[in-house]
């Protein structure tokens, strides 16, 4: 499994931004998919939005027009730009990273973002 670490979560008020990171350690092999999740206490992980080793982006509804997937792949790096966020995006987000024609799965400890006034 991956060693992957999110950072850049925290409290901010509704309509400003947030740019969380998700570093991931060692090797990536090719083809992989990368992605963020969120999860809010009593409901189940969700997907936020992904990125495959061609680029290929998808969103969820809920963020299409305010959040922005990308990657450093010599960095081996995940990011996730949210703008204009909202009270209903306070969740704990997870990286995940899916790696190499064995789909070795790797997750992400979590990392809070709260929006609030």
């Known amino acids: 499994q991956m060693q992957l670490a999110e950072s850049g979560g925290g409290l901010v008020q509704p309509g400003e931004s947030l740019r969380l990171s998700c570093a991931a350690s060692?090797?990536?092999?090719?083809?992989?998919?990368m992605a963020w999740y969120l999860q809010v206490p009593g409901k189940q992980r969700e997907l936020v939005s992904s990125?495959?080793?061609?680029?290929?982006?998808i969103y969820a509804d809920s963020v299409k027009g305010r959040f922005t997937i990308s990657r450093d792949s010599a960095k081996n790096t995940m990011y996730l730009q949210m703008n204009r966020l909202i009270p209903e995006d306070t969740a704990v987000y997870y990286c995940y990273l899916q790696d190499g024609i064995m789909r070795r799965d790797s997750w992400g400890q979590g990392i809070q973002v709260t929006v609030s006034s």
């Open positions: 990125i495959t080793s061609v680029g290929k982006t």
């Open positions: 060692g090797t990536i092999f090719r083809p992989y998919v």
